[in-house]
């Protein structure tokens, strides 16, 4: 991804390994500042993931390879190493797809920091391709409405729902995009915003409850990520998603889903078997130090939501776009 700093416009991708540790860029402290954190230890890469240092469900694959690179250089026990890792968070399937990969290359005998480098590269490979099936997809002159972050810091680099956007751009053509500002983590107004402000994209936040008015006044097309994809085209994504969806059936409204086959768990059958994470109410009641909910009144906080196939106009993967019916043909 670009990078505006004091010495010009810098290339950085979201983790990457360097110098026997994992290095990555702290997702918190953005927008207001640019940070990066390192790791030597599988634990406290385990750990970045939890306490959501690193987001996105391909950051989150790359990041768990790169942990997993870090527990065989040091000697651990993979098949415990394994089992911290994937415990870090229950719903996005790259997570499980990244250790699993890392532990069959390993296993294989390949050099740890070559396959965990690998496994990041062809998430960027991918992202590439993603922008070109869908960049074909932005006309000039459409609106767009994204939710979240699908862009370069939750997807290693390019982005998921970002990729055609940047592809569309380096095309010449101009759109405008909505940003949700996506309570209560705000990863839209704090991340994907920051993206589309490096890239110079035309764009707006807009509160999450405004999507209805906005896409009543004319929105072209509607582009988000995912972190699981079942087997039917039902798939899970930042809570707020489903909404947006049923909106745009409602107007008529395209509706995609750009996510690389490693998001697509083909061991789920629907989304009901999909396991949504709750996190903790402090995010929803608490901003930074201050409670701004009544002592008493407590939260319910679910990190996602699942939409189900029928509301999705087609998922764009690295593959080409494929209809709900046509996910059976990248299996395997």
């Not at 106009?313 to 776009?321: C, L, P, V």
């Amino acid at each position: 991804m670009k990078v505006r700093t004091e010495n010009g416009e810098k290339d950085i991708r979201a983790v990457w390994f360097e110098n026997g540790k994992v290095v990555m860029i702290d997702q918190r402290r953005l927008p207001h500042e640019l940070v990066f954190v390192s790791f030597d230890r599988y634990e406290d890469v385990a750990e970045s993931i939890r306490n959501m240092t690193t987001r996105g469900a391909p950051s989150i694959g790359a990041t768990a390879a790169y942990g997993m690179c870090l527990a065989a250089l040091s000697g651990c026990d993979l098949v415990k190493a394994a089992k911290d890792i994937k415990a870090a968070r229950p719903t996005a399937n790259d997570l499980f797809y990244a250790v699993d990969h890392m532990t069959e290359r390993l296993s294989e005998g390949a050099d740890p920091i070559e396959a965990a480098d690998a496994y990041a590269q062809s998430m960027v490979d991918k992202c590439i391709a993603i922008g070109k099936y869908g960049g074909e997809l932005i006309k000039d002159g459409y609106r767009i409405m994204t939710h979240c972050n699908a862009g370069a810091l939750a997807t290693v680099d390019v982005g998921t729902a970002l990729a055609p956007m940047r592809k569309a751009k380096s095309d010449g053509k101009k759109f405008f995009v909505y940003a949700s500002e996506t309570r209560p983590r705000l990863q839209g107004m704090q991340l994907t915003a920051w993206e589309l402000n490096q890239e110079g994209m035309d764009h707006a936040i807009i509160p999450d409850g405004s999507s209805g008015h906005f896409i009543r006044q004319g929105v072209d097309m509607i582009i988000v990520g995912a972190d699981r994809i079942a087997a039917n085209g039902d798939f899970a994504n930042k809570i707020g998603t489903f909404e947006k969806a049923v909106l745009a059936k409602e107007f008529g409204v395209p509706f995609y889903v750009a996510a690389p086959i490693s998001t697509f768990d083909f061991n789920t059958a629907t989304g009901a078997d999909i396991v949504i994470e709750n996190r903790s109410e402090e995010e929803v009641t608490m901003v930074g130090d201050i409670r701004i909910a009544p002592v008493g009144s407590p939260a319910l906080n679910p990190a996602f939501d699942m939409t189900p196939a029928r509301y999705v106009t087609g998922f764009i993967t690295e593959k080409g776009i494929l209809r709900p019916e046509e996910i059976s043909k990248v299996k395997g």
